[in-house]
């Protein structure tokens, strides 16, 4: 099946510092990429929907300025979490689904945990 | 709007009994239907899926789901659980063209298995 990889896997920060995380498509192309947040013991809240070449379309109440996302490539979008506070901590996962698919199946990265001191 | 419920947030079977995860939704037009399943610390995986056709689904790990529209529901079944099974269970929808439709998911229900 189709490969999504995230980066770094965990990452522990200060407040105030800004991090980066991955998500790359090994093995396939995607035009779309999608963001989610997941706070401990509850289900997957979709943050963004990242667009290959243009913006990311954010959900409700999600900030934008917060949570930067950029989608270069057709393999690789980056979520930003600028100037990080205690609140950003969770775990966050990416998903892609394969452009030349019809099947609209989800393939999710192994998530990215995030502690912000 | 289209949303999901999972009414069961956990569910203990012994390992060996056999397993039903409800999954019920709310969309106006056919849905595409999906069962995902987490375990901790890690991303999802796909179990199966619901497009059109036949409404019950095999997927792998020797589950099934079986969409019925009169009851909006698709609910995932096992008929032996195995210790290893123990994870989140997601249940989601999918609305829109395939071009560019959202996921949602469900509340998720966590199994446990026990010896």
């Known amino acids: 099946g189709a490969v999504v990889s995230q980066h770094p896997s965990w990452v522990i920060c200060k407040s105030g510092t800004s991090v980066k995380i991955e998500c790359r498509s090994l093995d396939f192309q995607a035009t779309t990429m999608f963001w989610y947040r997941q706070f401990p013991k509850q289900s997957l809240m979709l943050m963004a929907t990242s667009n290959e070449g243009s913006k990311a379309t954010y959900e409700q109440g999600v900030e934008k300025d917060k949570f930067l996302i950029n989608h270069a490539s057709l393999t690789l979008s980056t979520l930003t979490v600028t100037s990080a506070h205690p609140e950003d901590s969770s775990f966050y996962i990416c998903?892609?689904?394969?452009?030349?698919?019809?099947?609209?199946?989800?393939?999710f990265g192994e998530g990215s945990r995030l502690t912000v001191l | 709007a289209q949303s999901v419920t999972q009414p069961d947030i956990h569910i203990t079977v012994s390992e060996g009994a056999s397993l039903e995860l409800r999954c019920n939704y709310s969309?106006?037009?056919?849905?595409?239907l999906f069962w995902y399943v987490q375990s901790p610390g890690q991303g999802l995986q796909l179990l199966l899926k619901?497009?059109?056709?036949?409404?019950l689904v095999q997927g792998i790990k020797g589950f099934e789901a079986e969409f019925k529209r009169s009851q909006s529901s698709f609910n995932l079944r096992k008929p032996s659980v195995h210790w290893s099974d123990a994870a989140e269970y997601f249940c989601?929808?999918?609305?829109?063209?395939?071009?560019?439709?959202?996921?949602?998911f469900g509340a998720g229900t966590r199994l446990f298995v026990k010896a």
């Open positions: 998903s892609a689904r394969d452009s030349m698919s019809g099947s609209g199946e989800l393939f």
């Open positions: 989601a929808v999918g609305a829109g063209n395939t071009g560019g439709f959202k996921t949602i």
């Open positions: 969309y106006g037009a056919t849905p595409y």
């Open positions: 619901y497009f059109s056709g036949d409404t």
